[in-house]
């Protein structure tokens, strides 16, 4: 993608506002098999902290957010740019053919405001999946689900709530960047954590050994940097703690979570609370299921958590913990006769660094089969906090691939930020963390720390000239941003 189109100045005055959009996230599925659904990009006044913004709106024509699609049938959509702005979507999650797949430039262009696109594939199997724009518009809450449910979900006797997160600025995309890259901002103090300090910033972390975690600095070793941008609030499904979206739900119930990290710049830790929870699904993906109540979740990954309510009455936070910070969001659970309690967003304690402790015990419910990679890529991720320049560096040249090969890439990150590393139009299965070989989640972003080494593995089987890049939205526009590239895709 080509510099200019992360940097294309938002023309918020000339955009025609729409009333706040009402949220019915958990709502009964709008399914676009054999039918066309429009979906349309628009702008809408947002009120967050007691003060107005304009930020993006990504729907269907009835005004209500995202997709839910049925598996096995087709995406068939009209994409509308009723914005004022040229852009485009991402299927995120999704496997459409190359020139469908929404990056711009890449191959297809950016949609020009009042004008329609028309997209069809195959939307594949079920899974927790969104969309967004490829752009900085993405920080503009340029988002939304894209659910595609079975015919083994529509049957459950569970309630689905789709919780979407964000992290919020009043200030531009390209305010944001200019302040990461300026001298001597000291824009990374607030989440700047040297390596003596980082265990007391992960309490109650279950199965983590906090004197050699996986991407912990060691004592001698530069400090490890978290959080480069302090927002203005921290949105789950477009609210803050101070006025949640509360979900009815029923006594000793079951609840499916389908948890979308849409944040530009943060990585969160879900926190069930008192609900035990089960890990079913990750990027859309099964696993092995999982037992806990904190499942850390980086840009661009997705989670499934189910959950058993208990058989009396209750109001039941679940919250997204700022990584190394006390911010926190979230939304309620409750049933009809529940006292809401309050949930303020400042917690007592940071929430925990994310590491690659569960990460490890993932086990794809349908994984690769079993061969020997055709190819292998050793990948070097690189940067700086000084001068905000981040790269992905390959020794053994661009990474070429012909159809039909089983492709390894192996992650080494060799800069003081964790990296949420993303393969279009692709599912990996990790299969490889410190050197430890395992047979871990099929999903499409994995998370890197610092000095640590992941290794994933994809077929080869849909030729194009693939993105593969930082989910860390201001990391991609400042160069952590490369290719899978098809014999003959060009």
Same mark, same amino acid.
């Given at each position: 993608?080509?510099?200019?189109?992360?940097?294309?100045?938002?023309? +918020?005055?000339?955009?025609?506002?729409?009333?706040?959009?009402?949220?019915?996230?958990?709502?009964?599925?709008? /399914?676009?098999?054999?039918?066309?659904?429009?979906?349309? =990009?628009?702008?809408? !006044?947002?009120?967050?902290?007691?003060?107005?913004?304009?930020?993006?709106?990504?729907?269907?024509? &009835?005004?209500?957010?995202?997709?839910?699609?049925?598996?096995?049938?087709?995406?068939?959509?009209?994409?509308?740019?009723?914005?004022?702005?040229?852009?485009?979507?991402?299927? %995120?999650?999704?496997?459409?053919?190359?020139?469908?797949?929404?990056?711009?430039?890449?191959?297809?262009?950016?949609?020009?405001?009042?004008?329609?696109? *028309?997209?069809?594939?195959?939307?594949?199997?079920?899974?927790? *999946?969104?969309?967004?724009?490829?752009?900085?518009?993405?920080?503009?809450?340029?988002?939304?689900? $894209?659910?595609?449910?079975?015919?083994?979900?529509?049957?459950?006797?569970?309630?689905?709530?789709? +919780? $979407?997160? *964000? &992290?919020?600025?009043?200030?531009?995309?390209?305010?944001?960047?200019?302040?990461?890259?300026?001298?001597?901002?000291?824009?990374?103090?607030?989440?700047?954590?040297?390596?003596?300090?980082?265990?007391?910033?992960?309490?109650? @972390?279950?199965?983590?050994?906090?004197?050699?975690?996986?991407?912990?600095?060691?004592?001698? @070793?530069?400090?490890?940097?978290?959080?480069? =941008?302090?927002?203005?609030?921290?949105?789950?499904?477009?609210?803050?703690?101070?006025?949640?979206?509360?979900?009815?739900?029923?006594?000793?119930?079951?609840?499916?979570?389908?948890?979308?990290?849409?944040?530009?710049?943060? /990585?969160?830790?879900?926190?069930?609370?008192?609900?035990?929870?089960?890990?079913?699904?990750?990027?859309?993906?099964? !696993?092995?299921?999982?037992?806990?109540?904190?499942?850390?979740?980086?840009?661009?990954?997705?989670?499934? +958590?189910?959950?058993?309510?208990?058989?009396?009455?209750?109001?039941?936070? +679940?919250?997204?913990?700022?990584?190394?910070?006390?911010?926190?969001?979230?939304?309620?659970?409750?049933? /009809?006769?529940?006292?809401?309690?309050?949930?303020?967003? @400042?917690?007592?304690?940071?929430?925990?660094?994310? &590491?690659?402790?569960?990460?490890?015990?993932?086990?794809?419910?349908?994984?690769?089969?079993?061969?020997?990679?055709?190819?292998?890529?050793?990948?070097?991720?690189?940067?700086? @906090?000084?001068?905000?320049?981040?790269?992905?560096?390959?020794?053994?040249?661009?990474?070429?691939?012909?159809?039909?090969?089983?492709?390894?890439?192996?992650?080494?990150?060799?800069?003081?930020?964790?990296?949420?590393?993303?393969?279009?139009? *692709? %599912?990996?299965?990790?299969?490889?963390?410190?050197?430890?070989?395992?047979?871990?989640?099929?999903? &499409?972003?994995?998370?890197?720390?610092?000095?640590?080494?992941?290794?994933?593995?994809?077929?080869?089987?849909?030729?194009?000239?693939?993105?593969?890049?930082?989910?860390?939205?201001?990391?991609?526009?400042?160069?952590?941003?490369?290719?899978?590239?098809?014999?003959?895709?060009?």
């Amino acid at each position: 993608m080509h510099r200019r189109q992360f940097l294309k100045t938002l023309a +918020i005055g000339a955009a025609a506002l729409a009333p706040i959009a009402n949220y019915p996230w958990s709502s009964a599925a709008r /399914a676009a098999t054999n039918r066309t659904t429009d979906l349309s =990009i628009s702008k809408r !006044v947002l009120e967050v902290n007691g003060k107005a913004a304009t930020v993006f709106q990504l729907g269907t024509a &009835d005004g209500k957010p995202g997709l839910v699609l049925d598996a096995g049938g087709d995406f068939d959509v009209n994409l509308l740019n009723h914005s004022g702005e040229d852009t485009l979507i991402h299927w %995120h999650g999704l496997t459409p053919p190359w020139d469908m797949d929404g990056v711009p430039d890449n191959p297809a262009k950016l949609l020009p405001t009042g004008e329609t696109r *028309h997209y069809l594939f195959p939307v594949g199997q079920g899974g927790t *999946h969104w969309m967004h724009a490829h752009t900085l518009q993405e920080q503009a809450l340029l988002a939304a689900p $894209l659910i595609v449910r079975t015919a083994a979900d529509r049957a459950r006797d569970e309630q689905e709530v789709v +919780i $979407l997160l *964000h &992290d919020f600025s009043f200030k531009t995309p390209e305010e944001l960047l200019t302040g990461l890259k300026a001298p001597g901002s000291g824009h990374a103090m607030a989440g700047h954590m040297a390596a003596g300090h980082m265990a007391s910033a992960m309490p109650d @972390m279950e199965g983590m050994h906090q004197q050699h975690m996986p991407g912990m600095a060691m004592p001698g @070793m530069p400090a490890m940097d978290l959080n480069d =941008i302090e927002y203005d609030a921290y949105l789950a499904n477009d609210r803050t703690l101070d006025d949640p979206e509360v979900f009815a739900v029923e006594k000793g119930g079951r609840v499916r979570l389908r948890i979308i990290n849409g944040a530009t710049a943060t /990585a969160f830790t879900i926190d069930t609370g008192t609900l035990p929870g089960e890990l079913i699904a990750v990027d859309g993906m099964d !696993v092995v299921p999982l037992q806990g109540s904190r499942f850390p979740v980086s840009m661009g990954q997705r989670l499934d +958590i189910r959950l058993q309510l208990p058989p009396g009455s209750g109001a039941f936070p +679940i919250l997204a913990l700022r990584e190394g910070a006390k911010e926190r969001t979230g939304v309620i659970l409750a049933t /009809a006769d529940a006292s809401i309690f309050k949930v303020v967003t @400042m917690a007592a304690e940071s929430g925990p660094v994310l &590491d690659l402790a569960m990460e490890e015990s993932l086990q794809a419910e349908n994984p690769l089969a079993q061969r020997a990679a055709d190819r292998t890529y050793a990948l070097t991720l690189t940067g700086d @906090m000084a001068s905000y320049t981040w790269g992905i560096g390959t020794a053994d040249g661009p990474m070429e691939v012909a159809s039909g090969n089983r492709v390894e890439l192996v992650m080494r990150n060799m800069s003081m930020m964790a990296h949420p590393m993303h393969l279009h139009g *692709h %599912h990996f299965q990790v299969v490889g963390i410190n050197g430890k070989r395992i047979n871990g989640a099929v999903r &499409d972003a994995v998370l890197v720390p610092p000095m640590a080494t992941v290794a994933v593995q994809f077929d080869a089987t849909n030729p194009g000239h693939w993105p593969f890049h930082c989910h860390h939205l201001y990391h991609m526009a400042t160069g952590m941003m490369s290719f899978v590239a098809y014999q003959n895709a060009i």
